[in-house]
């Protein structure tokens, strides 16, 4: 960026002298209005000082960089001063910072998100190099700060000093695809940058691979960093190198700490000769899974490739159940071969015939790879036959994905037969094997263990269901959307399967309270966060109707010791009182749009309470969430938070 092109020596200040903070901020505010560049300058200057309202404009080394966004503004541009005598009180994120250049940014409210973001960064970049700040301090007139503007070479020689000439790759995958997969990738890319490492992140999300690495940079990494909760497809094209495995969500506590055990796992074991042509195991010795991570893994992977099957099959046949209803439609419905039959096959079908057999086939995917997809559908099929249900086909995902671990490693695609080996042994074998112990060895223990849980599901009622529904909630919100609240999914997944619709309900009803809660709070309690989590606040209720508990994350990752346990006290209380009332819900994924088919009430009854469940749990996690900030603010003698990022 050419910093030049959005000032001029008229915008510039050398060696000035002024008595406070508001003194700085009125002069470069008539110097932009004499330069033409507003269109108000009291409009403009408002909203200058309603920014400095809500957190430090104050870096550190000496920086200051007021900003106003706002339609008062013609163009982009910034005015500079550097200050004879230090400002010691301007609100700074170092508290000892004392004030002598100070850059003030006038933005276009169209242009927040674009040109003010990418000048207030450049401006930090640069500024980072001392030799390049003292140039500016030190320059004596306004055109020689101008020209000294984008003169970067000692600081291009300070960084080239500095970069550790080193490559990392990583790959981010988490069981939904979305909001962890996407936050850990920009986590580690940013402290790359900090690092002088080159990070370069492969998002395997609800997208399918996007970034996906090339040839070239397999071959120039030093390193891999695997932070995924569901398997990692394609691994095998990292076999050469050393390996990190970790979270998704460790990325978002300390990244830099990752990539430096990367660069030390190359550095005692380095990188092989990339083989393109090789067929390797996926992990090496030091990077092998322990077997608990393996079965948390395996389930996790199921998991998210059921989702979409699972949300398609809910909503096909929410569909049927929809227009049946609306247009008195349920002689159709009902009619053997009729569209709205036919409708209704394909959604229970997704759901009651295809839902075990994905869930069993990449569960064996997840812990041996390819060669486990066709036993473990198998296993899925041989789960449907034999009634054991959503149980049978996670056991069954278990047995075909160790079962084919084990084959690979006894027999290995050698020589001529490498491809019989592969494309005939392993699925031929596996299939054989894995269906023949689900169907005679496994069935009626599996059959009677699903049965047995039907009834007892069925049985809950009072302080049983009252039990099962806190337990439900509290997991739900627990990690929004991470490993608990997919243990949670997985049980009530499971019910549904059996017969029992009531767990589900609860499940989705409890989605809706984290996103609820937040944006209740950030509107009521507006003094009491910062804009950021303000700007999170005003989306995560459209996201809770959509039954997505993602949009909470990064306010939960702001402050988890106090958003976690508000949440799951709300959460409970709501899965409570749906699990209590015998509502149920047959139709996963649909959102706000299950109020229409609720059951175990009469409609409007059972509607009332579904969502004034989430309702009353939203209000309770609501009141702890402004109340455990309060007390938090209070405590550090603060009105808001003083860690928000000053853009």
Not at 354 to 377: Q, R, T, W
């Amino acid at each position: 960026m050419q910093l030049q092109t959005l000032t001029s020596p008229s915008l510039i200040s050398t060696a000035k002298t002024f008595g406070s903070k508001e003194d700085v901020i009125h002069y470069l505010v008539k110097k932009l209005g004499e330069a033409g560049k507003l269109y108000s300058e009291a409009e403009y200057l408002q909203s200058v000082l309603d920014r400095e309202k809500l957190s430090p404009t104050g870096f550190e080394g000496g920086l200051a960089i007021p900003h106003g966004k706002s339609t008062a503004v013609k163009e982009a541009a910034f005015a500079v001063a550097t200050l004879k005598k230090p400002l010691t009180n301007w609100e700074s994120i170092d508290p000892t910072n004392q004030v002598q250049l100070v850059i003030m940014l006038a933005i276009p409210e169209n242009e927040a998100g674009s040109t003010h973001l990418a000048l207030l960064a450049e401006f930090v970049k640069r500024l980072s190099n001392e030799a390049y700040k003292e140039r500016l301090l030190k320059a004596k007139t306004n055109t020689e700060l101008f020209e000294q503007l984008d003169k970067t070479e000692s600081q291009e020689e300070k960084r080239a000093v500095k970069k550790q000439n080193k490559t990392v790759l990583a790959i981010t995958a988490c069981p939904a695809g979305i909001a962890h997969t996407y936050m850990a990738a920009e986590a580690l890319i940013k402290a790359g940058n900090e690092l002088g490492v080159d990070v370069f992140v492969e998002k395997q999300g609800a997208n399918g691979i996007e970034d996906r690495h090339t040839t070239a940079l397999l071959k120039k990494a030093d390193a891999i960093i695997f932070a995924n909760d569901v398997a990692i497809k394609n691994e095998e094209r990292f076999a050469h190198l050393p390996k990190l495995k970790t979270s998704v969500a460790a990325p978002l506590r300390n990244a830099s700490n990752l990539i430096q055990q990367a660069l030390e796992k190359a550095e005692t074991a380095p990188k092989k000769e990339y083989n393109p042509a090789q067929i390797a195991e996926s992990s090496s010795e030091d990077g092998e899974k322990s077997f608990k991570t393996e079965i948390k893994d395996s389930i996790l992977t199921g998991i998210s490739y059921i989702i979409p099957v699972i949300v398609a099959g809910g909503m096909t046949l929410a569909a049927a159940v929809l227009i049946s209803q609306a247009f008195n439609l349920q002689e159709v419905y009902a009619q053997e071969g009729s569209w709205l039959w036919l409708l209704r096959q394909l959604g229970g079908g997704l759901l009651g015939q295809l839902m075990v057999p994905i869930l069993a086939a990449y569960m064996a995917y997840s812990i041996a790879d390819k060669p486990a997809l066709g036993p473990g559908f198998a296993a899925g099929v041989a789960a449907n036959l034999i009634g054991s249900g959503f149980l049978g086909g996670m056991l069954g995902g278990f047995l075909a994905g160790f079962f084919l671990k084990f084959l690979k490693k006894k027999i290995q695609p050698k020589g001529t037969f490498a491809g019989f080996i592969s494309f005939w042994v392993y699925p031929v074998v596996g299939t054989l094997v894995v269906g023949s112990i689900m169907l005679f060895v496994i069935g009626e223990p599996l059959a009677w263990i699903n049965q047995s849980l039907i009834n007892w599901l069925g049985s809950l009622s009072g302080a049983n269901a009252l039990i099962l529904g806190a337990i439900l909630g509290a997991m739900v919100s627990f990690d929004l959307g991470g490993p608990v609240n997919k243990a949670a999914y997985t049980f009530c997944i499971g019910a549904m399967a059996s017969g029992n619709f009531i767990p589900y309900a609860a499940f989705a009803s409890v989605k809706m309270v984290s996103a609820f809660s937040v944006t209740g709070a950030t509107i009521i309690g507006k003094r009491y966060f910062t804009k950021q989590e303000q700007e999170i606040g005003k989306q995560t209720w459209l996201l809770g109707l959509a039954g997505i508990t993602e949009g909470a994350i990064p306010f939960m990752i702001n402050d988890p010791l106090r958003v976690i346990p508000s949440l799951v006290a709300g959460s409970a209380v709501t899965g409570a009182i749906v699990a209590f009332f015998n509502i149920g819900l047959n139709v996963p994924g649909a959102g706000i749009f299950s109020l229409a088919l609720l059951q175990g009430q009469q409609a409007l009854i059972a509607a009332s309470i579904w969502l004034g469940a989430a309702l009353i749990g939203a209000l309770i996690s609501m009141v702890l969430l402004i109340a455990t900030r309060k007390m938090k603010l209070k405590k550090g003698n603060l009105e808001v938070s003083t860690t928000q990022n000053v853009a």
